[in-house]
Structures are given as structure tokens and as C-alpha cells.
T-cell receptor, first 113, second 117 residues
Framework: SQKIEQNSEALNIQEGKTATLTCNYT??????LQWYRQDPGRGPVFLLLIRENEKEKRKERLKVTFDTTLKQSLFHITASQPADSATYLCALGGHTGGFKTIFGAGTRLFVKA | GAVVSQHPSRVICKSGTSVKIECRSL??????MFWYRQFPKQSLMLMATSNEGSKATYEQGVEKDKFLINHASLTLSTLTVTSAHPEDSSFYIC?????????????FGPGTRLTVL
């Protein structure tokens, strides 16, 4: 069955450092991959979308890579700030899943001042 | 950006009662809306896909008679939890997909915390 794996352990980093979160998937051929941010008790907020034919995408302090051979995406936050503390969800869509999007369970990020 | 609202944000009800949750796209038309539920520290679980003017498509294991979905307009979808029981307590989130299919992006509402006593 289709599976998305995100590190269930929280990631703790110091302010100013680069946070790197990993998303791995199996039994899926996505047309695109998305990253969302979710704060406690709130709905997810869309951050970035990267398509299967794109290797990397950037938006301000965010960078996403997508390796369809490794079936992996890396999500980087440079110059991290305490306000970046949240849960980050990886999501896949298109091809195998059609118009449905499937979500990973997310990785909790804590940025210490 | 696209904004999706949900109402209410929190609801506490007695077992056996029904609860309606509204999901609205405020500044765009959504041909498709999705309903999810989320348990603590778990991923979003898709319950159903709602297309304007047609019956919702439910995921396997989701009871359509228990979770009634209505998508009456391009900006409004409702989820009614009928005869709620404590096991229905969860965080319910809706999302709306824009008519611009190029972006393939869902915009989420803020969620509704349902507690059934």
C-alpha cells in the first residue's frame, strides 16, 4: 500500500541554523509533492509544491528537493527562527493517487532561541 | 491567497445528538472540497470528497449515513455528524481545491474540534 514516512521524532535545532526535514514514500508515483505547515489546533497551511520534473524549488528561506529515484523529498528552512516551530507535513498527489492527496503524519520542529 | 473558513471552531455535544460543520471558501470558487479528520499526532485521514452539485465520494470505512456531506454551492460544503458518539470526537478539517487545476493545491480551513460527551 502507499506509504509516506516522515520522522516521527521531533527535530530540535538552534535559532539561525538550517532545519532539514525528510519525507520518504513507497508504492507511489506522484506527479507532485507538497509541504504544509500545521500549528497545534489549526488546519495545515500550504507552503510549497514541487513537480516530478523539478529537482529543487525555493521560496524565501524555504528550499525543497525532490528525488523521484530515491523517492524522497528534503525540506530545508535556512536561518531558522522560533516562529518556524510547527509540524511540517509532506503530501503527495497526482498519478497513482489521481486527484487525491495523501499526507504524511508530519515532523514536529522546535527552534530554540 | 485563498481563504477557507470553518464554523464552529469548537463544539461540545452530548452523545446521540447531531452536529453540523460548515466549510466556506471566502474568496474563490471551489468545485471540490475535501473533509478530513485528524487524531493527535497522526496524519490527516481523508473521509470524503465533495463535488458541487453531486453526491460525495466516501473513503473506505467511512459511513456515509453517519457523516452526511452536502455541497450545495461553489463556496459552501457542510459535514453533519449524525447521532454522535464519544469515538467521533476528533479534529475535523475541510479543504477546498481551486478551479485552477494547474496548481493542484488544497487550501485548508482552520479545523473544528468536536468533543462528544
Amino acid at each position: 500500500s502507499q506509504k509516506i514516512e516522515q520522522n516521527s521524532e521531533a527535530l530540535n535545532i538552534q535559532e539561525g541554523k538550517t532545519a532539514t526535514l525528510t519525507c520518504n514514500y513507497t508504492n507511489y508515483s506522484p506527479a507532485y509533492l507538497q509541504w504544509y505547515r500545521q500549528d497545534p489546533g489549526r488546519g495545515p497551511v500550504f507552503l510549497l509544491l514541487i513537480r516530478e520534473n523539478e529537482k529543487e524549488k525555493r521560496k524565501e528561506r524555504l528550499k525543497v528537493t525532490f528525488d523521484t529515484t530515491l523517492k524522497q523529498s528534503l525540506f530545508h528552512i535556512t536561518a531558522s527562527q522560533p516562529a518556524d516551530s510547527a509540524t511540517y507535513l509532506c503530501a503527495l498527489g497526482g498519478h497513482t493517487g489521481g486527484f487525491k492527496t495523501i499526507f504524511g503524519a508530519g515532523t514536529r520542529l522546535f527552534v530554540k532561541a | 491567497g485563498a481563504v477557507v473558513s470553518q464554523h464552529p471552531s469548537r463544539v461540545i455535544c452530548k452523545s446521540g445528538t447531531s452536529v453540523k460543520i460548515e466549510c466556506r471558501s471566502l474568496d474563490f470558487q471551489a468545485t471540490t472540497m475535501f473533509w478530513y479528520r485528524q487524531f493527535p499526532k497522526q496524519s490527516l485521514m481523508l473521509m470524503a470528497t465533495s463535488n458541487e452539485g453531486s453526491k460525495a465520494t466516501y473513503e473506505q470505512g467511512v459511513e456515509k449515513d453517519k457523516f452526511l456531506i452536502n455541497h450545495a454551492s461553489l463556496t459552501l460544503s457542510t459535514l453533519t455528524v449524525t447521532s454522535a458518539h464519544p469515538e467521533d470526537s476528533s479534529f475535523y478539517i475541510c479543504s477546498a481545491r481551486t478551479m485552477d487545476r494547474v496548481t493542484d493545491t488544497q487550501y485548508f480551513g482552520p479545523g473544528t474540534r468536536l468533543t462528544v460527551l
